[in-house]
């Protein structure tokens, strides 16, 4: 057997008894780190990119276990991705200070590129031991080359907490995008990679007649789950906290 070591290891901030700072009325920092970290692993695999993740799930983990996680991945890189708190607004990315802020910079770049606004990219010694990184992060994990990724502001007085929630998808790209190129591999965006459309498929949707495009994965046609409820006259509503849709037919 071939094992390859993953390039990356993407860490979700906190977890488990340890919601975050970035926490608000609408969203548990843990829980949004989590979801960009599964949405980049997901792509990351898809693009070819061998990666892993510190936590794939709420649970709880000490610092020591992330940094050592982290260390003994054998990645070259880690994202450790969060969400930030303080009032300020836009991204920001932390970089070691042994490492040249080259990769930081593209990453909030990128995220910068998709709307987000730029509040800084730095680093920051240990008051008490100038030599050593301040954040745990770089100073535990070894030779991974670690950035720290804050998508945006949980308290912003500004729009940070509207864009996180509408846009937190294309962030989340931006660094699978801004990543993949920096290693010098090929980036497909998720349109890119979608199967090739088989046939048109006619029905309704949102009460408009309508034809759209069918995939074909293995057999099986593939068509929106909104698109063939509401042909069937159901209605569709989907439950963002549960996390799933519901098909309601009319008795
Ligand atoms: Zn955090």
């Given at each position: 057997m071939i094992i390859i070591d993953p390039i990356l290891i993407i860490d979700s901030g906190h977890g488990g008894k340890d919601p975050g700072g970035g926490t608000n009325h609408l969203w548990?920092?843990?829980?949004?780190?989590?979801?960009?970290?599964?949405?980049?692993?997901?792509r990351f695999r898809q693009l070819g990119i061998p990666v892993t993740l510190t936590r794939n799930e709420d649970v709880f983990i000490s610092s020591?276990?992330?940094?050592?996680?982290?260390?003994?991945?054998?990645?070259?890189?880690?994202f450790s991705n969060h969400i930030n708190a303080g009032g300020?607004?836009?991204v920001e990315t932390i970089h070691s200070i042994h490492t040249d802020p080259t990769l930081a910079?593209?990453?909030?770049?990128?995220?910068?590129?998709?709307?987000?606004?730029?509040?800084?990219?730095?680093?920051?010694?240990?008051?008490?031991?100038?030599?050593?990184?301040?954040?745990?992060?770089?100073?535990?994990?070894?030779?991974?080359?670690?950035?720290?990724i804050e998508y945006?502001?949980?308290?912003?007085?500004?729009?940070?907490?509207?864009?996180?929630?509408?846009?937190?998808?294309?962030?989340?790209e931006a660094v699978v995008k801004t990543f993949t190129t920096f290693i010098?591999?090929?980036?497909?965006?998720?349109?890119?990679?979608?199967?090739?459309?088989?046939?048109?498929?006619n029905g309704?949707?949102?009460?408009?007649r309508v034809t759209i495009d069918s995939y074909l994965i293995k057999n099986t046609t593939y068509v929106p789950l909104r698109?063939?409820?509401?042909?069937?006259?159901?209605?569709?509503?989907?439950?963002?906290?549960?996390?799933?849709?519901?098909?309601?037919?009319?008795?």
């Amino acid at each position: 057997m071939i094992i390859i070591d993953p390039i990356l290891i993407i860490d979700s901030g906190h977890g488990g008894k340890d919601p975050g700072g970035g926490t608000n009325h609408l969203w548990k920092e843990k829980d949004f780190a989590l979801q960009i970290s599964l949405y980049q692993y997901d792509r990351f695999r898809q693009l070819g990119i061998p990666v892993t993740l510190t936590r794939n799930e709420d649970v709880f983990i000490s610092s020591v276990d992330r940094a050592r996680i982290v260390r003994e991945s054998g990645a070259q890189y880690c994202f450790s991705n969060h969400i930030n708190a303080g009032g300020g607004d836009g991204v920001e990315t932390i970089h070691s200070i042994h490492t040249d802020p080259t990769l930081a910079t593209r990453l909030a770049q990128g995220i910068v590129d998709e709307g987000q606004n730029l509040r800084r990219v730095f680093s920051r010694r240990l008051t008490t031991d100038p030599k050593k990184d301040y954040f745990f992060m770089h100073r535990e994990t070894g030779s991974v080359r670690t950035t720290i990724i804050e998508y945006g502001f949980a308290d912003s007085k500004l729009d940070d907490v509207e864009q996180l929630q509408t846009y937190w998808m294309d962030y989340a790209e931006a660094v699978v995008k801004t990543f993949t190129t920096f290693i010098g591999r090929e980036y497909k965006s998720p349109n890119q990679m979608l199967p090739k459309v088989q046939r048109k498929v006619n029905g309704l949707l949102n009460g408009e007649r309508v034809t759209i495009d069918s995939y074909l994965i293995k057999n099986t046609t593939y068509v929106p789950l909104r698109f063939i409820g509401e042909s069937l006259d159901a209605k569709v509503v989907w439950d963002a906290q549960r996390n799933e849709y519901n098909i309601v037919t009319k008795k």
